[in-house]
């Protein structure tokens, strides 16, 4: 389709690196939830903080969550979509790696359960800003 275009593994990992608010999607117990999350890119994983509630369950229970982020400028757009398993950090060696990565809540709230995403499959479009072409007689 003209004025779309398939990012590359590499293009959705930096995109992924240039952001840092992104929605969380999982399905778990049969509802499907999202989540505002802000997170960090750990060579090829996700990382991001939460606290005890449904946000935590439900990352626990769900086999596969999805993070989804995108941009946009006056001349074009993007979205990132990057889908894998999520488990919660509870060996101490890597709370202590994660607890020096460049992540701090956004809202006052104390999060002391580091979660890792690791994305199976990440992909993303790019898109062409414009007006839209003369739909014409139907």
Known sequence: MEGIAELTADQCWER?????????????????DIFPINFVVDGQSLVFRTAPG???????????VALEIDGFTEQDAWSVV???PAQRLEQQ???????????????????YTYV??????????AFVRGPEPDRGMF
């Open 82 to 84: 990057a889908k894998g």
């Open 93 to 111: 060696d890597e709370i202590d790696a994660a607890d020096r990565l460049p992540l701090r809540p956004w809202a006052p709230t104390l999060k």
């Open 116 to 125: 890792r995403i690791t994305p199976a499959h990440v992909t993303g479009r």
């Open 16 to 32: 992924l690196r240039s952001e840092q608010l992104g929605r969380l999607a999982m399905c778990a117990g049969g509802e499907i």
């Open 54 to 64: 449904t946000k935590l369950v439900e990352t626990v229970i769900a086999s596969e």
